[in-house]
């Protein structure tokens, strides 16, 4: 039996906004974890069919392939920043949580095993909704912002941080360390796999650096993972495909 897929599934109607829809890829056996995957964009671009520029042309997708190695996946859309601001991402978010606890038996996964795996600002919404509610088990961020008024710039009001928060990150500090998932840090959260490109343009490695600093420091398990030589979206990465994979791996492992 091959990979199922459910596309365009609502899983949350805000009012006033568009239907949340998000992909389901469904493995063959049932009782699987899912990996719930957040794409990059900046808050502000991006679709659930993105998993990354480098990863375009991929056939089977990663999507399915996670599915083939025995993982559901549900890609989900959320609320860009054009849209609504924060918090409005991360209530989508918990919302996608949310569903996919009360449908997996539906769907045939294990909705009490969820992996939030994203990249850049999928990655911050990953660990900011593991950090701050119940119901995900582990986490795989790639290249993703953890601490909004470290980055560069933060009194740029066309900064993308500034387009999510609705002002710069330095004129509203008690908003962006609500929004910054190092500020919620804390004992007994769930483990977490990082991965940064030594060569980020956009995202700085520092990011990943600190994020990793403060589980290490609060007993959370926690791997952080540099690639020599990366850009951010993994430009000129040496092996994208040896990201993936390991990546994968750690999501296997999850354990409710």
């Known amino acids: 039996m091959s990979v199922r897929v459910l596309k365009g599934v609502e899983y949350a109607a805000e009012v006033g906004y568009r239907p949340l829809l998000l992909d389901l890829y469904l493995p063959p056996a049932d009782g699987a974890p899912v990996v719930l995957f957040l794409h990059g964009g900046g808050w502000q671009r991006g679709t659930r069919r993105d998993f990354g520029r480098e990863f375009a042309g991929w056939r089977p997708s990663p999507f399915e392939r ?3 190695a025995g993982l559901a ?7 860009l920043s054009g849209e609504a601001r924060y918090p ?9 949580v949310a569903w996919l606890r009360e449908h997996g038996g539906e769907h045939g996964f294990d909705g009490s095993r969820i992996v939030a795996w994203g990249e850049s600002a999928g990655a911050h919404l990953a660990a900011l ?4 509610g119940p119901g995900i088990a582990a986490v795989v961020g790639w290249y993703g912002v953890y601490d909004l ?3 560069p710039e933060p009194g740029d009001p066309s900064s993308r941080e500034a387009r999510l928060l609705g002002a710069p990150a330095g004129d509203v500090p008690d908003l962006a360390s609500e929004a910054s998932p190092v500020a919620h840090v804390h004992a007994g959260a769930p483990p977490f796999q990082l991965w940064h490109g030594t060569a980020d343009r ?6 990943s650096e600190r994020m990793a600093e403060a589980l290490r420091a609060a007993g ?7 690639v020599e030589g990366a850009d951010h979206i993994w ?3 040496p092996d994208v495909g040896a990201v993936f994979r390991e990546s994968l791996e750690f999501a296997r492992g999850v354990r409710a």
Request: hydrophobic share 55%; no cysteine.
């Open 66 to 68: 996670i599915a083939e």
């Open 73 to 79: 996946v549900a890609s989900v859309d959320y609320r």
């Open 220 to 226: 959370v398990p926690v791997e952080f993972r540099q």
């Open 88 to 96: 409005a991402q991360l209530e989508d978010v918990r919302a996608a």
């Open 129 to 132: 909704a593991a950090l701050t």
């Open 202 to 207: 956009f995202v700085p490695m520092a990011q």
């Open 149 to 151: 008024s470290a980055m």
């Open 235 to 237: 430009r000129d990465a």
